[in-house]
């Protein structure tokens, strides 16, 4: 599914293979989660942003899984591609041309705070799918497409629709 908000535009998919990369090293954090878990229902998706306007096309692409779980915690495993910034584009893109898959060390605390932002319920996030655009993508889109990855898998995992809350999500971007 592709969702358009003005100069905003983001894409919704199970799942992108080419968006796999290999991992250099793992982020995790523990925090406690704000909302109850509504549903037992295992999610994965990929979501994938590009944000036309002056001149500049900040874009980001992010997947992983959620599982939810009785109790309080919500577990983030962030894996990642490295220090360096390097490959050649051939990850899919939905909304423009192949990306780099990777996520470098410069995009996992911007992803880690966007899914934090994102409201998931206790549980267990795996981020691990990834790519960016050398020129293109910066901290603030990783930010930004955590943050729409996380309030989709919350969509997904508790039955609300997947559609609606992506837009909302970014309809309020800055």
Do not use: N, Y
């Not at 908000?5 to 406690?32: C, L, P």
């Not at 549903?39 to 874009?59: F, N, Q, T, Y």
């Not at 996380?150 to 309809?171: H, P, W």
């Amino acid at each position: 599914m592709i969702i358009s908000v003005g100069s905003r535009r983001a894409a919704v998919v199970g799942d992108e293979s080419t968006a796999a990369f290999a991992t250099e090293g793992v982020v995790r954090e523990t925090t406690s989660s704000h909302a109850a878990s509504t549903s037992d229902a295992p999610a994965r998706c990929v979501v994938e942003i590009l944000r036309r306007g002056g001149g500049l096309m900040p874009r980001a692409l992010v997947g992983g899984a959620f599982t939810p779980h009785e109790g309080e915690d919500l577990v983030i495993e962030v894996r990642t591609s490295g220090t360096e910034p390097a490959g050649a584009p051939t990850c899919a893109s939905t909304l423009w041309s192949p990306l780099v898959p990777g996520l470098p060390e410069e995009f996992v605390r911007p992803s880690v705070a966007g899914v934090l932002k994102g409201g998931l319920p206790a549980g267990r996030f795996t981020l691990d799918r990834a790519a960016f655009d050398p020129v293109e993508s910066s901290p603030m889109a990783f930010e930004l497409a955590g943050e729409l990855l996380a309030v989709v898998l919350g969509a997904m995992s508790g039955g609300r629709d997947v559609e609606e809350s992506a837009r909302s999500t970014i309809g309020a971007w800055p």
